[in-house]
């Protein structure tokens, strides 16, 4: 067991003839007990400074344990975390593609069925401007042949003697009725002196007549006028028409043929 300071300093010796000197002995005692106490007092403090070290330590190692299970358990979670992510980066990504190759087919499907909707379509087109081509065609040779009937009708040598005015038939019907009365008897008439035909006639007659004449030159020029408004109606019709014909080839020209995706 370690001696106390007290005990240093309470230690009695025995004394002999020439031993040491008490006084100096005595106070080498008191050096050295304040010394061992001085040492004493440091080692406690040493002790206490241990102590306090060793429990720093320990919490320390504890915090450094801690730590290291925290860092474990960041690293495991973070892996997990990142494992999860790729997943889900991986999940994501294939969705993506899958709805980008869903939205590629749709629209293949729709530009196709455009492309098929546009070819029905010029077909139709094409086979309508033939129909009306041909339509056309029939009008135009019906028209055709219509004017040149009418027009041979006009152009007819038998207008000449249905236009002659009236009064030459009134001049020359004293020589026709000459040749009537000839070929009746068979021998050939001399008449004495001309007849005046307008004899014949009484002036309300001769009236009558020229109101006549009058009457069917404002029928005649009716007639012509009508022909005239037909004819401005057939050119319009024929202008309607071909203008038709050329905006169903203009379309069917301008159809631009789609590629499939």
């Known amino acids: 067991m370690a001696l ?15 031993g040491y000197d008490i006084d100096e002995v005595e106070e ?25 070290l060793e429990e720093r330590l320990i919490y320390f190692d504890e915090m450094k344990d801690s730590l290291s299970q925290s860092v474990l358990i960041a690293q495991d979670t973070a892996e997990r975390v990142k494992q999860a992510a790729q997943e889900r980066s991986g999940n994501i990504v294939q969705q993506a ?28 087109v094409a086979v ?24 041979s009708i006009v152009d007819s040598p038998d207008w000449e003697d249905i236009l002659r005015p009236t009064a030459a038939y009134l001049q020359t019907s004293d020589e026709a009725f000459k040749e009537v009365v000839e070929e009746a008897i068979g021998e ?8 005046d035909v307008t004899r ?34 057939i050119q319009a ?10 905006r169903s080839e203009s379309d069917e020209d301008s159809k631009v043929p789609v590629d499939l995706l």
Do not use: G
């Open 188 to 195: 050939k008439v001399e008449l004495e002196e001309e007849v």
């Open 28 to 52: 080498f005692l008191d050096i050295i007990v304040n010394d061992y106490e001085e040492l004493i007092r440091e080692n406690r403090e040493k002790e206490a400074k241990i102590r306090n």
């Open 128 to 151: 309508e401007t033939e129909e009306l081509k041909n339509k056309t065609r029939v009008f135009h040779q019906r028209l055709k042949s219509t004017i040149e009937s009418q027009l």
């Open 97 to 124: 593609e899958q709805d980008a190759q869903r939205l590629l087919d749709r629209a293949k499907y729709k530009a196709n069925d455009i492309l098929r909707q546009a070819t029905d379509n010029a077909k139709r």
């Open 4 to 18: 106390t300071s007290l005990e240093i300093r309470d230690k009695a010796f025995s004394t002999r003839f020439r």
């Open 200 to 233: 014949q006639f009484s002036p309300e007659e001769l009236a009558e007549l020229q109101e006549r004449i009058e009457q069917a030159n404002r029928e005649l020029a009716e007639t012509q006028t009508l022909q005239t408004i037909d004819e401005e109606l």
């Open 237 to 246: 019709q024929q202008k309607e028409i071909l203008e038709s014909v050329k």
